[in-house]
């Protein structure tokens, strides 16, 4: 069973930054596209950024473009989210996820292309 496990998240201060960790039990990131979502109290779950693994072209929601880094480490099936200028908007629950189908043009930005899915980590950006 397919099981992936975010870490990383926490409490800061607004323009604070964070790291969240995304690591797969099993090789489930080949070839397959590995994103962000995340979900405010009272709102949908959003597209946060998605990353092809055999690719290095990184696509972000226009919200967090320039603010947020997706990366990956190949070797150690992770993926990562640089979270740089927090804002308070960004509070939310973050969550990794996994989509199996193919490369897409502009990523893959919906929930429901994602099978796999993480418990999510808590941001909480506050003064």
């Known amino acids: 069973q397919v099981q992936l496990m975010e870490s990383g998240g926490g409490q800061v201060q607004p323009g604070g930054s964070l790291r969240l960790s995304c690591v797969s039990t099993?090789?489930?990131?080949?070839?397959?596209?590995m994103g962000w979502f995340r979900q405010a109290p009272g709102k949908e779950r959003e597209f946060v950024s998605t990353?092809?693994?055999?690719?290095?072209?990184?696509h972000y929601a226009d919200a967090v473009k320039g603010r947020f880094t997706i990366s990956s480490d190949r070797a150690k099936n992770t993926v990562y989210l640089q979270l740089d200028n927090l804002k308070a908007e960004d509070t939310a629950v973050y969550y990794c996820?996994?989509?199996?189908?193919?490369?897409?043009?502009?990523?893959?930005?919906?929930?429901?292309?994602?099978?796999?899915w993480g418990q999510g980590t808590q941001v909480t950006v506050s003064s």
């Open positions: 996820a996994v989509s199996q189908r193919p490369w897409a043009e502009g990523g893959r930005r919906r929930a429901d292309e994602y099978a796999y």
């Open positions: 990353l092809f693994w055999m690719s290095d072209r990184p």
């Open positions: 099993e090789r489930t990131f080949s070839g397959y596209y």
